[in-house]
């Protein structure tokens, strides 16, 4: 088995310069070949070394099973050829390096000439990406314009005819006090030039789509009706829920179950509050009412480092092993954050003593309730992905791609669970945080109705919508930016409420 973990690691090296670059005690100074060619080959070596693993007799049967799962992902997304489509709205191409920018720490000669290299290398990653989006404009596998429109945002966010005003320059900006001036000076007027380049991608990205591409988006809502559409569902079901065994359309009538559940735990409280009006009308309240919603961005980051602080209090009551390194609480990046989720994690990485980080959105104040941190918080940094990912990489003994594996059932699964958590420690203190917690569960169900509904049954945008309207307290940008999220990432919203169900039921046992 070591050995094949062995030509595993090579094979992910090969595919990955991030991966490559970390073996060899280097920074990344490039991105990976997404060309047919290349995916082709690649999958080649995947089902050799898939094979090689599923005959070979071992009791490590969990390094066997993570192994074959991995590799017939990638067999699969190259023979569902799904890099015609490589954006999913608020994630992509595009957005990548956005978030290098954002972890990117110049603290030698070597560091800055690597950035400028991968810098220098967008033209040609960006160019792949585009040639991929124009056979799928061959085929008729397109994207709708909703998550196209996010994406095109995220481009034209980063088009300056200032390079030293870009975010992609960001990590010239902050090197070290005792670095060579003649070498600081020489890596700041490369760096122009690099950024310069990278930019130049964009500007190009932008006028194929908006040339050639965003003409003939598609018109379903889903990729129900695309050429292979449904294959291509199943394959993300699969892979998402992590072969839990749902059908489709099992998926959408638990979603369905759920749901009920859910609206009578939230119908209590308002019971409980002797709210004067139904169930519509305490939704409107709380999406209307000046109280539950920060007045300034500082005050919603306040608020939002402040519930951290009280999760972090309560970890040591309810875990026995917790991460050595912490995580950062900052503002989603302003060139992104219009059409980006509500909050994300962002890992860090041990190796290089990097923290992980919490985003947190502050565009629209108005649609980002207050009554929604304890849930958001506990999902997101502690005890949910912080813990989940932070202690994976952190294991001592184990091979790189156990500490990086991301099954997405077991890692939103446990966000959720991570929330219950916050529930069960009387994180949400008022019936109004109660019910923010409930809204976001609710949420949650939602997503298995309206991913199905989308995906499987050719709904319409306004009927993956009315669920999470008529069900739950989310604010309504963050439904729109939600269902165009499901529209562009095919069944990745089923495993949330997978995965979570599975954990409750093993706590139980």
Known sequence: MDDLIGEYEAYVRDASP??????????????????????????????????????????RTTDQAILKRLLTTDID??????????????????????????????????????????????PRYFAENVANMRRGLATGWVAHADPLGVMTDQIREQISDDPSASGLYAPFRNLPDDMDPAV??????????????????????????????APHTRDGAGIANLPGGKAVYAAAIEHHTAGAGYSPEEIHELGLSEVARIRGEMEAILQEIHFEGDFQ?????????????AKTPDELM?????????????????????????????????????????????QGDPEEDRPGTYLVNTY?????????????????????????????????????????????????????????????????ETPYERFGGLSMEMWRACRLVADTGLHLYGWTREEAEECFNENSALAPLNIRNEVTRYMGWPGQATAYKIGELKILDLRHQ
């Open 18 to 59: 991030e991966e490559a670059a970390r073996a060899a005690g280097e920074a990344a100074s490039g991105w990976g070949n997404v060309a047919p060619e290349a995916v082709a080959d690649r999958a080649a070596k995947a089902a050799a070394l898939r094979d090689a693993i599923a005959a070979l007799e071992t009791e």
């Open 77 to 122: 997304n190259a023979r569902l050829d799904t890099a015609r489509i490589p954006f999913t709205g608020d994630w992509g191409f595009q957005a990548e390096p956005v978030f290098a920018a954002m972890q990117t720490r110049i603290t030698s000669e070597a560091e800055g000439d690597a950035w400028i290299a991968r810098l220098n290398d967008v």
């Open 281 to 293: 009308d305490f939704l409107v309240f709380l999406r209307t009412d000046p109280a539950f919603y």
């Open 364 to 428: 629209a104040l108005d649609q980002r309730p207050l009554y929604e941190l304890p849930a958001l918080s506990a999902h997101e940094a502690v005890p949910g992905h912080h813990l989940q990912i932070m202690l994976a990489m952190e294991m001592k003994g184990q091979p790189r791609f156990r500490q990086q594996y991301y099954a997405t059932a077991f890692g939103e699964g446990w966000g959720l669970y991570a929330e219950h958590i916050a529930m069960e420690a009387g994180l949400n």
């Open 302 to 346: 306040g608020r939002a480092k402040a519930v951290a602080a009280k999760l972090d209090a309560i970890l040591p009551d309810y875990f026995g092993k917790l991460p050595e390194h912490g995580y950062n609480v900052e503002p989603v990046p302003a060139a992104i954050a219009p059409g980006y989720t509500s909050a994300r994690y962002v």
């Open 184 to 213: 600081a000076s020489r890596l700041k007027t490369d760096g122009l030039t690099a950024v310069a380049n990278a930019i130049s991608a964009y500007r190009r990205a932008l006028a194929f789509i908006e040339t050639d591409y």
